[in-house]
């Protein structure tokens, strides 16, 4: 009987890393499977950005889905809306999707960490799924990830204009300029991610951001965002010979605002 062919597998997550890698790697590697874990909690903008991707690159996505989705995870958690520390969300909702897509197939995970960039590996634990690393092992560096997406077409997710890093609308991980601007482009949204704090069976309330509620946070609108548009124009002018576009700019601020690693299975 003939051996299983090992599997070739890209998570996209809505982000340029991943995506660059799909466009590096789409003629390369033809047989790839790409899958999208879909927790439910995205931005529009994210489904949008992998349709155009599908357009683009003629690929098919798969679209992985918890069996249970956030509302029941919070609820097993006794309601401990996760955070950097207890990321069981990720665990949910990422990871064992895609360790039930592959099963026990022999699999290689093509993932998006590029050359300058300082983070670990970490997408699943499973001894049949190997990560590899194209970006650091051809030492491409975030140019090189634009380059590729402005050359295909694709450009950056539409996010991009006020939030540099993909996933669910309410992650944890997202600088406090970012949640001013999801009540401003989806108030329907921040809403919903208000209610997660202020909705618990036991009473007790608990905030995404640590030692400060949304509304809190929203009361200090105007301060953010000057504050922020100080960090753009500085930004701006140390980088005017780069001719760097606005969302790269916008990154670069973002970063420096957090330096939080974020997790690979979310934000690539
Ligand atoms: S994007 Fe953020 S909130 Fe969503 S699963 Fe990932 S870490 Fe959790």
Sequence with gaps: MSEKPVRHILGLSGGKDSTALAVLLHKEIPQME????????????????????KARL??????????????????VYGGTLPSPNMRWCTVQMKIKPLEQFVGNDEAISYVGIRADENRDGYISTKKNIKPVFP????????????GLLEDTGIGLPDYYRWRSRS?????FFQRKYEWVML???????????L??????KDGRQYTWNEGETLLELLE??????????????RKQK???????SLAQVLDSVLDEEDDALPCLACHL
């Design 34 to 53: 790409y899958f999208f874990c879909d927790t439910h909690k995205e931005l529009p903008e994210t489904y949008e950005y992998l349709d155009r991707i």
């Design 58 to 75: 003629g690929i098919k996505i798969h679209y992985l889905a918890a069996e249970r989705g956030f509302d029941h995870w919070l609820d």
């Design 135 to 146: 970006f650091k092992e051809r030492g491409l560096v975030k140019a090189d990830i634009i």
């Design 167 to 171: 996933g669910c609308f309410f992650c």
């Design 183 to 193: 009540a401003e482009e989806h108030p329907d949204k921040f809403a919903e991610a």
């Design 195 to 200: 209610k997660y704090e202020q909705e618990h």
């Design 220 to 233: 200090r609108k105007d301060e953010i965002i000057a504050q922020h548009e100080r960090s753009i124009a």
């Design 238 to 244: 140390e980088s005017a010979w780069k001719k760097q």
